[in-house]
RNA sequence: GCGCCUGUAGCUCAGCAGGAUAGAGCAACGGACUUCUAAUCCGUAGGUCGUAGGUUCGAAUCCUACCAGGCGUACCA
C-alpha cells in the first residue's frame, strides 16, 4: 500500500512540476508511513510530510504544496476512500476498510512465517554473544547480553539472514592460568597444607567446590607434582567444569549456540601468528622497544597498540585479530560481536586491525550492551568474578524464572543502562509484564476452546464474513498485526530486540481491552466466526514474536 | 585530561533515519467479577523532554558548550 501511493505521489508532484505549480527542480524522498501521533482526533490510516519536505526548495507554503498534489493525485477508489489534508501540511490517506483484511488472509496462509523477510537474501553472518571466560559462573550481566544476542539472531533468522551463533572461549593467556592457580591454592588449603592464596586470585566459593572435586577423584596425586603440571592440571579441570555449567544454565536459559570457539586453538594452529604475519605483509606492524604494535592510529584507533610483547608473548589482541580474521575466513559477510559496555574501548582497536586485515570495517559490527548493575534489598552489589561477590545467572533464572528474565533483559534499549533489583524482580513476578503478553494468548486460547465445547469450529478467514469486523477497535487490532513485517524490519535493520517486547505489550493491551468490550462468542453465528478468526490472528502473531523472544507460549494459566 | 553511553511523569522506561496536542507500565486515587480466564479492564491525576545556545517551516530527536550519573582510557583478559 505504502509503494502504490509513494508511486501515485510521485506522479503528482512531478505533474504539478512541469506545470509549474511546484517550484522544485530536484525530486525529495517519498515516505508514507502510518502517522506517527495515533491519539489524533482523526488520524489517516497512512500519511506523508511530503508537501513539508518540499516547502523549504519549492519557498511556497507546504499546505499550498500539500493542496496541489492532492488535486493531481489519481487514486484507486478500491483502495483509498479519502484523502484529506491536516495540520501544517500533512496529506492523509484514508485506506478503504476492506484493503485491511488482507492482513488476515495473509497470516492465515503464512502462519508462523508472517513477518519473515527477505531482507538478509540469505548472507551468512555471525552472530558471537556471551563469550565469557571459563573462570566463573555466568552473572546476570551475561544473562542480558545472551537474552539480546539470541533474540537478535531469531531476528536475522527470520529477517533472510544465514546466521551462526557463536561462542569465543577464552581459554588461554594469564586467567586461566590464575584460575589453576586459585584452584591448587584451595586444593592444597583443603588437604590441610599452610599455603597463601594468590594475589588476585578468584575467590568464590565454587573455586572450593571444584578443589574438593578433584580431592574427591585424584586425592592427594597432585601434591607430588611439579608445579607447573599441577597447575596446569587444575587449569584444565575447571575450565572444563566451569564450561559445562555455563553451557547447561544456557541450555537452562534457551539459548543454543552453533559453535563453541576455543581461543587456545587460534594458537594450536598457529592461526596468531598468521594473522600477525598477514599484518606484517600488509605493512601495518611496526617493531619499537622490542615489541610489535598494529599502526592502528592510522586506522580510526586513538593510538598504536602492542600485539606482540617484548616479552616474546602475543597479547589478547593479537588473538583477537586473529579470531577475526577466521571468522571472515569462513566466509561471514557480516559479523556482530555482542560486548559489556565495559569493552567500548576495545572497538575502535579491532575495526582498526579488521581494516589492516584487509576486510570492510562496515561489516564489523558491535553491539554494546550497557551493565546490569544488581540490586539486593536496595543495596548495590559489586558484580566482579575475582572478589567472587556476583549473583549468578542461575540464582536469577531460579527466582524470577526463564520466561521473566528473558523478557525483563528485553524491556530495554541495550544501550540504557539495567538496574536489576531482584527483591522487586520477585515481588513484581505477579505482575510482570511477561505474563500480561503470556495471559492474553492463553486468553485466546481458551476463547477457541470455548467455542469448540459449543460445537463451534475455528472457522478460516476465507469462510468467514470480514465486513462484520468493523469496529474501531478491531480495525485498529488488525492494522497493528498489520505493522508487524515493517516492526520486524526496522528491528533487524537498527539490531534493536527491544522493540519487539514494545511491540507484543502493545499488542496485547489491545487485545485486553477488546476482549473487555466486546464477546468473541456471542449469539449472533457470523460475528463469532468473524471474531474468531480475528483472535486467531492475533493469536499466531503473538506466537510468532514470543517465539522470537525465547518466551513460551502457554495455551493456559 | 580524552573517549563512549545515559539524563523524558513520583519510580522504571518507550518515542522507529527531525513532523501534527510527548506516550506506556508501576506507584496514588475512584470504579468493574450471576458474562468466552479479574495474571484483566475502565476512569482520575501526574511533564520548562538535564541546562543554555544553534540549524529549520518544524527539535525529545541533529550540531556546539556546559552540568550530572555510569563505563572506559595496559606490553590485563
Known sequence: MEQIL??????????????????????????????????????GD????????????????PRQIAQAIVDHLHLDNALIAKVELAGPGFINFHVQQA????????IEEQKTRYGDLDLGGGERVQVEFVSA????????????????GDVLANILQKAGYDVQREYYINDAGNQMSMLGRSVLARYRQLSGQQVSFPDKGYQGDYIKDIAQQIINEEGDKLSAKPEAEAIAYCTGFASRK??????DVLKDFGVSF??????????????????????????????????????????GDDKDRVVWRSNGEPTYLAADIAYHQHKYRRGFKKVIDIWGADHHGYINRLKAAISALGQDPQSFNVLLVQLVSLVRKGVPVAMSTRQGEFTTLIEVLDEVGVDAARFFFLTRRCDSQLEFDLELAKQQSAENPVYYVQYAHARICSIIRQAQQAGITLPTVHEVDLELLKLTAEIELI??????????KGSALASEPH??????????????????????????????????ALVNSIKTVLGIVLNLLGINAPEQM
Open 499 to 532: 522493540r519487539l517486547t514494545f511491540y507484543v505489550l502493545d499488542l496485547a493491551g489491545r487485545f485486553h481491552k477488546y476482549y473487555h468490550r466486546q464477546r468473541v462468542i456471542t449469539g449472533h453465528e457470523g460475528e463469532t466466526a468473524a471474531r474468531l
Open 479 to 488: 492494522k497493528k498485526l498489520a505493522e508487524f513485517p515493517a516492526l520486524l
Open 242 to 247: 566451569i564450561l559445562a555449567g555455563i553451557k
Open 258 to 299: 552453533d559453535s563453541w570457539f576455543s581461543e587456545q586453538s587460534l594458537y594450536d594452529q598457529g592461526l596468531v601468528e598468521q594473522a600477525i604475519q598477514t599484518l606484517k605483509n600488509r605493512e601495518y606492524i611496526e617493531e619499537r622497544e622490542g615489541a610489535l604494535w598494529l599502526k592502528s592510529s592510522a586506522l
Open 46 to 61: 497512512l500519511s506523508t510530510n511530503i508537501a513539508l519536505e518540499l516547502a523549504s526548495q519549492a519557498r511556497q507554503p
Open 6 to 43: 509513494e508511486a501515485a505521489l510521485a506522479e503528482a508532484i512531478s505533474c504539478c512540476q512541469k506545470t509549474g505549480l511546484i517550484r522544485v527542480k530536484s525530486p525529495q524522498k517519498i515516505v508514507v508511513q502510518p502517522p506517527t501521533d495515533s491519539k489524533l482526533k482523526s488520524p
Open 99 to 106: 484493503w485491511w483484511y488482507q492482513t488476515l488472509f495473509k
Open 133 to 148: 571466560n571459563p573462570t566463573g559462573p555466568l552473572h546476570i550481566g551475561h544473562g542480558r547480553g545472551a537474552a539480546v
